[in-house]
């Protein structure tokens, strides 16, 4: 029997949403402050309103639903579910009312876009846009990286039950420690002290290479906040391509690897563990298929004969895949090259590693290291099953921070959300080919938005037809859910039709 | 002789037009698209400077954009003399003209698709670009201010 919801439900939803657009509405004084410090009056105006708008809605929210209960797993799912909608549609009044993108529906999809770490751009004519809107775009991906709920734990809300059932639904199934509060905290630690390191890496590259003071360490943070939240804003038009820096290249190589690692092995590096980077199924995992991906692109590559030298080959192969694979989708190449110079065996190889991602409770999407090793020990069990004899025990284990049996459970898991991805990569193709485009530039591009990568063949621009941009955003949205979420909502709907 | 002749004619005929399509400029998009057909030949491109001027040592990087996509410049730093602005949220960049090699793939730079300017001609002046305050956003933000506190009365009325 489904139970329809009741108006308690929508009470309780409201209250904690209204929490949230609360705790969004704090955020926009960061950008505004931007706006003091370099003068800009206009963008400045942009973001009083966008404050004055959500500390409206969030008001509203949490007074007329003012209530004292707990949120139950329905609820939490669906506040984390809305709240990243309501998300992109507060967080793009601010981008819209800057004339630099050609309509709201452009504006959202920014938003999503960078909420959902994803990278994917309809910015019109971004090198004149303000240090204040460009600070905006880079800062939403790293809300978003870390997760607009895990902010709102952090910050804004206080132990309570349901912080973990909201904590889930943003896809991070794991505790780093007992509390989920804390973790939340902790979550914050590492990224803040990675911020200021990668900052000043950046920044001072940014100097060796002629830029001034000031924009190489803008550059920098904003750089450091989209490479490490595996999120590929850039404040220049050119991507990574505007610096014509190979020391530039390497770090930002580093940060997106280190925003690619799971939050818990983090902090065992941090505690000192630094064999559990070896043994941990996840990072073995992410080596192997690196190695793999990269064979397949180069083949391509070479296929082609695209670039005339091997150091060249390297550099730009190399940085596309660690870009796709981590979700960043920084580039190095023009949009255009992808899709003309770059074989079908080399945008097929780009294309599987942008699939698979990178650790689980880390800033990426997509399928990601931890169920792909599941399901190839998985694969390995039963091949062991076959091949013994009958009455033999096979017991297959992983090693991820600590020993785990390989159960029919943890499987089943696994393969079910590796499955509600490719069917959402399979789904954004298909919709691409409605829409007139190729059958691998729509793969590609439809992969690039599912698994929050941002990685462009040229299909993704102003110009695009409105209905690909609404699907393109629903990828985005249910690809950083990991589903679970967006399923609910839907569950809900259903139940309010059918339900007794 | 009469082959000889019409050969002659027709090297002619590709060299004008050649030197034509250079003297014309080209697009950021033909280059961008078309890469492999310009790749090591001498170009026209002319577009804004954005962002800034990169020194390193005697030469620089720059990049320019024609309003569709930007490209990198690799110039000698000397060139650069005359340029006063480069385009920014604040400014409008220097307009100009650059003729050089074009590289699909540079084995000088790492594969980046650029081009190696010989010689540069600003077309024109950039300039500062005044900000005027948007008096609609002021009102709304007015109404709004207005707005806010009256919802908190209103909402403590619905509590009591």
């Not at chain 1, 298909?430 to 599912?450: I, N, Q, R």
């Not at chain 2, 060139?79 to 003209?97: A, P, S, W």
Request: charged share 15%; aromatic share 10%.
């Amino acid at each position: 029997m489904i139970l329809k919801p009741h108006l308690e439900d929508l009470k309780i939803i409201g209250f904690y949403l209204g929490k949230i657009i609360l705790g969004l509405a704090v955020t926009m004084t960061l950008p505004l402050l931007v706006a003091l410090i370099f003068q800009e009056l206009n963008p400045a105006l942009d973001f009083i309103l966008g404050i004055e708008i959500s500390v409206l809605a969030g008001l509203i929210l949490v007074k007329v639903c003012h209530t004292e209960k707990d949120l139950n797993w329905m609820q939490g799912m669906i506040v984390v579910s809305l709240s990243w909608v309501v998300a992109m549609v507060l967080g793009a009044i601010p981008l819209y009312l800057s004339s630099h993108w050609k309509s709201f529906l452009d504006a959202c999809f920014e938003a999503m876009s960078g909420f959902a770490t994803t990278g994917l751009v309809l910015v019109q004519d971004l090198d004149h846009l303000s240090f204040t809107h460009n600070f905006w775009r880079h800062l939403i991906m790293f809300l978003g990286g870390q997760g607009i709920v895990v902010i709102a734990l952090s910050f804004f809300v206080r132990g309570f039950s349901g912080a973990f059932k909201m904590y889930v639904g943003e896809a991070r199934d794991e505790k780093i420690m007992p509390n989920v509060i804390n973790t939340a905290r902790f979550i914050w630690l590492v990224s803040i002290v990675y911020l200021i390191l990668g900052t000043l890496a950046l920044g001072i590259t940014g100097m060796a290479n002629g830029m001034s003071p000031l924009n190489s360490f803008f550059h920098g943070v904003c750089i450091f906040m989209t490479a490490f939240d595996t999120g590929g804003f850039t404040p220049q038009s050119q991507s990574i391509l505007y610096y014509h820096s190979f020391v530039y290249e390497v770090i930002t190589i580093i940060i997106m690897v280190l925003g690619a690692i799971n939050f818990k092995l983090h902090y065992h590096l941090w505690m000192g563990n630094r064999r559990e980077l070896f043994k941990n199924i996840e990072t073995r995992t992410f080596f192997i298929t690196v190695a793999v991906t990269f064979i397949v692109v180069v083949a391509g590559l070479s296929q082609a004969q695209a670039y005339p030298t091997a150091v060249t080959l390297f550099r730009k192969g190399f940085y596309q895949l660690i870009s796709g694979h981590s979700g960043t989708g920084f580039q190095t190449v023009y949009a255009q090259q992808l899709g003309a110079e770059w074989s079908p065996l080399a945008l097929a190889g780009l294309i599987i590693a942008m699939s698979l991602g990178g650790a689980v409770c880390s800033t990426t999407g997509a399928i990601k290291m931890l169920r792909l090793g599941i399901i190839i020990k998985a694969f390995k069990e039963d091949l062991k099953r076959i091949m013994m004899p009958e009455r033999s025990l096979v017991i297959e284990k992983l090693h991820h921070i600590r020993e785990i049996f390989l159960e029919d459970k943890l499987v089943k898991g696994a393969l079910m959300i590796t499955l509600a991805y490719i069917i959402l990569y399979g789904f954004g193709a298909l919709v691409g080919m409605f829409f007139g485009y190729p059958f691998l530039a729509s793969l590609f591009e439809s992969t690039s938005a599912a698994a929050n990568v941002g990685l462009s063949c040229g299909i993704t621009g102003p110009g695009m037809p409105a209905g690909l941009k609404i699907i393109y955003i629903l990828q985005m949205w249910a690809g950083r859910l990991e589903f679970m979420s967006v399923f609910t909502i839907l569950g809900v709907l259903i139940a309010r039709i059918e339900g007794k | 002789m009469k082959n000889i002749l019409s050969l002659i004619v027709m090297v002619l005929l590709t060299v004008v037009f050649c030197a034509t399509a250079a003297a014309q400029g080209l697009s950021s998009t033909a280059l961008i698209n078309q890469a492999k057909e310009y790749d090591g030949k001498t170009v026209t491109y002319a577009g804004e400077l954005i962002g800034e001027i990169m020194r390193r040592g005697e030469f620089a990087w720059v990049n320019i954009s024609d309003g569709e996509h930007s490209i990198g410049v690799w110039i000698n730093a000397a060139l650069l003399k005359d340029i006063n602005f480069t385009g920014n949220f604040k400014t409008r960049g220097d307009t100009v003209e650059v003729t050089g090699v074009f590289y699909r793939a540079c084995p000088e730079h790492g594969g980046d698709l650029d081009i190696h300017a010989q010689g540069l001609r600003k077309l024109a002046s950039g300039r500062m670009v005044g900000e005027k305050l948007n008096s609609d956003k002021l009102t709304l933000i007015i109404v709004l201010l207005v707005a806010l506190p009256c919802i908190w009365i209103l909402t403590l009325f619905k509590h009591k």
